[in-house]
């Protein structure tokens, strides 16, 4: 059995690959950087390393080659011959490997399943869209998102010499992909869950982890926190991130029902994940790209708007939505450009042109107000953070790990 998975990054090999190979597949990967395909294809294998509290294990995985994604031919004959495709590239590559991938599923007699491993709700049709432009009968393959519970915070070692790479993640290693929109028979691939109600399970992880994971992110770095893990030690922000997935929760609750939505010992494991040390897993990876994030139906305005249709006071949620108004990391191009529109058109236009709010709705005025505290430093003591007291975050972050330096 052969598959093809698109993009050899943090999820890539960090968790698709690892199932794959696990699952008796051969993994070929397909990549951008010409410096990956020639250190995957020298050294052949890379490293797991997944953390948990005190305990580490670590995975090696063998038996992967590389091909260049620019070699447009290489990559549809290797899709040509594929059992299962695997794309995790991020949402913003997804319109750049829809042509390879249509050249190789062109060159198909058989039905071909392609899971986009990429955090969208839609990610399924999202690339199947994509590929149609190409390839205009998409019919005959199966396109879907595939939902990850792992955490893949980074990547050590250098691409340009001969030691493996190695991913640092923690432990979960089951994920969800639509069923009803793929073809039979399925691929047998170890922890993957095929369920009817998808999108209904990918609300469910934005509107919780993702919700409660940038909340951490966005008011870290207000509060001046390197570290994910370090950001939830902090009351006020753990207070904050409890808030909001309690909220995502409630709204989800009554949307669908206390059954799909679980229980709140649910967000409480989920904050224990974000307390992992070993990850050592940096604000501003999380916080990146807040001009998605802030998005009508992503993790925190989509969770905000369902929460005040059904019933339900979205403060915590308001104050994250806030906070990632107001982040920016030199690194990120996307807080940039959020900065660059704050600048241009002020936050009206922001509101009303990124998160799809009318400022003048009791939803938008309420991220307006709590912007507006957060940039003057005030806040009341009990939703909105005081930042002119910035606690020991800088004393308790630890510097960059000598692997860090030399990654």
């Given at each position: 059995?052969?598959?093809v998975v698109i993009g050899p990054g943090r999820v890539g090999c960090g968790f698709v690959g690892q199932q794959l190979r696990a699952s008796g597949f051969e993994v070929i990967f397909a990549a951008r950087n010409p410096q990956v395909v020639a250190h995957l294809n020298r050294v052949g294998r890379y490293r797991i390393r997944l953390v948990g509290g005190s305990r580490a294990e670590e995975i090696l995985v063998e038996g992967i080659r590389a091909v260049p994604l620019s070699n447009l031919d290489a990559v549809a004959r290797e899709i040509a011959e594929a059992d299962v495709v695997a794309t995790a590239v991020t949402v913003a590559g997804l319109p750049d490997i829809a042509r390879p991938l249509a050249v190789g599923l062109r060159r198909r007699a058989a039905p071909a399943?392609?899971?986009?491993?990429?955090?969208?709700?839609?990610?399924?049709?999202?690339?199947?869209?994509?590929?149609?432009?190409?390839?205009?009968?998409?019919?005959?393959?199966?396109?879907?998102?595939?939902?990850?519970?792992?955490?893949?915070?980074?990547?050590?070692?250098?691409?340009?010499?001969?030691?493996?790479?190695?991913?640092?993640?923690?432990?979960?290693?089951?994920?969800?992909?639509?069923?009803?929109?793929?073809?039979?028979?399925?691929?047998?691939?170890?922890?993957?869950?095929?369920?009817?109600?998808?999108?209904?399970?990918?609300?469910?992880?934005?509107?919780?982890?993702?919700?409660?994971?940038?909340?951490?992110?966005?008011?870290?770095?207000?509060?001046?926190?390197?570290?994910?893990?370090?950001?939830?030690?902090?009351?006020?922000?753990?207070?904050?991130?409890?808030?909001?997935?309690?909220?995502?929760?409630?709204?989800?609750?009554?949307?669908?029902?206390?059954?799909?939505?679980?229980?709140?010992?649910?967000?409480?494991?989920?904050?224990?994940?974000?307390?992992?040390?070993?990850?050592?897993?940096?604000?501003?990876?999380?916080?990146?790209?807040?001009?998605?994030?802030?998005?009508?139906?992503?993790?925190?305005?989509?969770?905000?708007?369902?929460?005040?249709?059904?019933?339900?006071?979205?403060?915590?949620?308001?104050?994250?939505?806030?906070?990632?108004?107001?982040?920016?990391?030199?690194?990120?191009?996307?807080?940039?450009?959020?900065?660059?529109?704050?600048?241009?058109?002020?936050?009206?236009?922001?509101?009303?042109?990124?998160?799809?709010?009318?400022?003048?709705?009791?939803?938008?005025?309420?991220?307006?107000?709590?912007?507006?505290?957060?940039?003057?430093?005030?806040?009341?003591?009990?939703?909105?953070?005081?930042?002119?007291?910035?606690?020991?975050?800088?004393?308790?972050?630890?510097?960059?790990?000598?692997?860090?330096?030399?990654?």
């Amino acid at each position: 059995m052969k598959a093809v998975v698109i993009g050899p990054g943090r999820v890539g090999c960090g968790f698709v690959g690892q199932q794959l190979r696990a699952s008796g597949f051969e993994v070929i990967f397909a990549a951008r950087n010409p410096q990956v395909v020639a250190h995957l294809n020298r050294v052949g294998r890379y490293r797991i390393r997944l953390v948990g509290g005190s305990r580490a294990e670590e995975i090696l995985v063998e038996g992967i080659r590389a091909v260049p994604l620019s070699n447009l031919d290489a990559v549809a004959r290797e899709i040509a011959e594929a059992d299962v495709v695997a794309t995790a590239v991020t949402v913003a590559g997804l319109p750049d490997i829809a042509r390879p991938l249509a050249v190789g599923l062109r060159r198909r007699a058989a039905p071909a399943n392609v899971l986009a491993f990429e955090n969208l709700i839609d990610a399924g049709s999202q690339l199947r869209a994509l590929v149609a432009r190409h390839l205009p009968d998409t019919g005959l393959h199966g396109f879907s998102g595939a939902l990850v519970s792992r955490a893949i915070a980074s990547r050590l070692g250098d691409v340009r010499g001969n030691e493996p790479l190695t991913f640092v993640g923690d432990a979960p290693a089951s994920f969800l992909v639509d069923g009803q929109s793929l073809r039979w028979p399925l691929p047998a691939i170890e922890g993957m869950v095929a369920v009817e109600d998808y999108r209904m399970h990918a609300l469910s992880k934005l509107y919780t982890f993702s919700a409660g994971h940038a909340t951490a992110a966005y008011l870290g770095h207000l509060k001046g926190y390197r570290y994910i893990h370090t950001a939830i030690r902090d009351a006020e922000i753990r207070a904050a991130v409890l808030g909001a997935m309690h909220e995502g929760h409630q709204a989800l609750s009554a949307e669908y029902g206390a059954r799909f939505a679980g229980s709140g010992e649910d967000l409480s494991a989920i904050t224990a994940r974000f307390d992992n040390a070993g990850l050592n897993d940096p604000v501003s990876r999380v916080g990146r790209e807040p001009l998605r994030k802030l998005g009508s139906e992503d993790r925190l305005v989509g969770a905000a708007r369902m929460a005040e249709r059904c019933g339900v006071r979205p403060a915590y949620l308001i104050l994250a939505i806030a906070a990632a108004l107001c982040f920016e990391h030199e690194d990120d191009p996307s807080s940039l450009a959020l900065q660059r529109e704050l600048t241009a058109g002020g936050v009206v236009r922001v509101l009303r042109d990124t998160c799809r709010l009318t400022p003048s709705s009791p939803l938008g005025r309420d991220v307006m107000e709590a912007r507006a505290r957060l940039a003057s430093g005030s806040g009341d003591g009990n939703v909105l953070l005081r930042l002119r007291d910035m606690l020991w975050a800088s004393e308790i972050d630890p510097g960059p790990s000598r692997t860090e330096r030399s990654a």
